[in-house]
């Protein structure tokens, strides 16, 4: 289940959310991938648990800080803009079509600091279902 890794477009929030739709799969289907891949105890001894939640924690950090970089890219970019227009703004305060602009990146610029939000409860649940079934199986390094 790798996630895309190419750049992210941070012109068009609504591709922007697509992308991030697309990397929470992982997230989305985890209780999937952990009841089809860690065994009940009466098949314990066909399947290396342990090797198993191993794997799926490493995907998971890596999806986890893949999308945080991501958005945290887009919301640079796109502070970078709307600073930039602010500071257009200052010397043609009459530019309606500049102060609609500005707005505009304001507004995505808001909606892309919610999707850090969304991003933590994403990361949250799906920590929480992975503890719950592989803490006997795979102890994660303390840094998580």
Same mark, same amino acid.
């Given at each position: 289940?790798?996630?895309?890794?190419? @750049?992210?477009?941070?012109?068009?929030?609504?591709?922007?959310? /697509?992308?991030?739709?697309?990397?929470? !799969?992982?997230?989305? #289907?985890?209780?999937?991938?952990?009841?089809?891949?860690?065994?009940? @105890?009466?098949?314990?001894?066909?399947?290396? @648990?342990? +090797? !198993?939640?191993?794997?799926?924690?490493?995907?998971?950090?890596?999806?986890? !800080?893949?999308?945080?970089?991501?958005?945290?890219?887009?919301?640079?970019?796109?502070?970078?803009?709307?600073?930039?227009?602010?500071?257009? #703004? /200052?010397?043609?305060?009459?530019?309606? @079509?500049?102060?609609?602009?500005? #707005?505009? /990146? +304001? !507004?995505?610029?808001?909606?892309? +600091?919610?999707?850090?939000?969304?991003?933590?409860?994403?990361?949250?649940?799906?920590?929480?279902?992975?503890?719950?079934?592989? #803490?006997?199986?795979?102890?994660?390094?303390?840094?998580?």
């Amino acid at each position: 289940m790798a996630a895309p890794s190419g @750049a992210a477009s941070c012109e068009d929030f609504a591709e922007f959310q /697509e992308l991030l739709r697309v990397m929470r !799969t992982i997230d989305d #289907r985890i209780v999937h991938e952990l009841n089809t891949t860690i065994p009940t @105890a009466s098949f314990m001894g066909k399947v290396d @648990a342990g +090797q !198993t939640c191993k794997e799926l924690y490493q995907s998971l950090m890596d999806a986890h !800080t893949s999308r945080e970089r991501i958005i945290k890219n887009c919301i640079s970019q796109t502070s970078s803009v709307v600073k930039a227009l602010r500071e257009e #703004r /200052e010397k043609a305060q009459d530019d309606v @079509a500049l102060l609609k602009q500005l #707005r505009k /990146e +304001q !507004t995505k610029l808001k909606l892309m +600091q919610s999707e850090l939000n969304v991003e933590e409860v994403v990361n949250d649940r799906s920590w929480k279902v992975f503890n719950e079934r592989c #803490r006997i199986h795979y102890k994660p390094p303390k840094s998580q």
